[in-house]
T-cell receptor
Framework: TQLLEQSPQFLSIQEGENLTVYCNSS?????LQWYRQEPGEGPVLLVT?????EVKKLKRLTFQFGDARKDSSLHITAAQPGDTGLYLC???????????FGQGTILTVHP | GAVVSQHPSWVICKSGTSVKIECRSL??????MFWYRQFPKQSLMLMAT?????????EQGVEKDKFLINHASLTLSTLTVTSAHPEDSSFYIC??????????FGNGTRLTVT
């Protein structure tokens, strides 16, 4: 069974601060996704990474996929209250098949 | 716009009754749909994989007789929670895949069993 360890579980910061969320596994994933979820809604895909060492940027969000494709990180620069939500990493053999989810990180950004 | 529609968004039922949740792919044919369960402030837990025209594959620990899944067409999968109890109260989410296109998630169904 492939497991994804996501940390930290909770993150409470002030507006303007930077933060990093980590996702680690002992298994290799062919594809890894990051999602953001708001209460009462389904997860929304932020990014998919498939190549070891890959770095993708989405405005203030930077995503990295480890060289060995066993770990990934999400870095948010100058966090804003609108970034508040549950962030989930998920890995699988493909981006469209069965996914294993990390435990999630609840981010709260205070104005 | 939403490409996967989940219905209802929320439902309250009495203990002992059954509840059906629908997951529809709106503009693509979903050969595979996945059903997840999520407790408050926790991650998604995969319950089962639903393939069109065949029996669902359940994850370990998920009771197939309690959580009935039907995927009778390429655009619809249903999850029926049979003889619901308060401990079945949760947020249920489906996702759908149409071959090699990315997964799309529904907006979830909040089930409360009283």
């Amino acid at each position: 069974t492939q497991l994804l360890e996501q940390s930290p579980q909770f993150l409470s910061i002030q507006e303007g601060e930077n933060l990093t969320v980590y996702c680690n596994s002992s298994s290799v994933f062919s594809s890894l996704q990051w999602y953001r979820q708001e209460p009462g809604e389904g997860p929304v895909l932020l990014v998919t990474v498939v190549t070891g060492g890959e770095v993708k940027k989405l405005k203030r969000l930077t995503f990295q996929f480890g060289d060995a494709r066993k770990d990934s990180s999400l870095h948010i620069t100058a966090a804003q209250p609108g970034d508040t939500g549950l962030y989930l990493c998920a890995g699988g053999r493909t981006s469209y098949g069965k996914l294993t989810f990390g435990q999630g990180t609840i981010l709260t950004v205070h104005p | 716009g939403a490409v996967v529609s989940q219905h209802p968004s929320w439902v309250i039922c009495k203990s002992g009754t059954s509840v059906k949740i629908e997951c529809r792919s709106l503009d693509f044919q979903a050969t595979t749909m996945f059903w997840y369960r999520q407790f408050p402030k926790q991650s998604l837990m995969l319950m089962a994989t639903s393939n069109e025209g065949s029996k669902a594959t359940y994850e370990q620990g998920v009771e197939k007789d309690k959580f009935l899944i039907n995927h009778a067409s390429l655009t619809l999968s249903t999850l029926t929670v049979t003889s619901a109890h308060p401990e079945d109260s949760s947020f249920y989410i489906c996702s759908a895949s149409g071959g090699d296109s990315p997964l799309h998630f529904g907006n979830g169904t909040r089930l409360t069993v009283t």
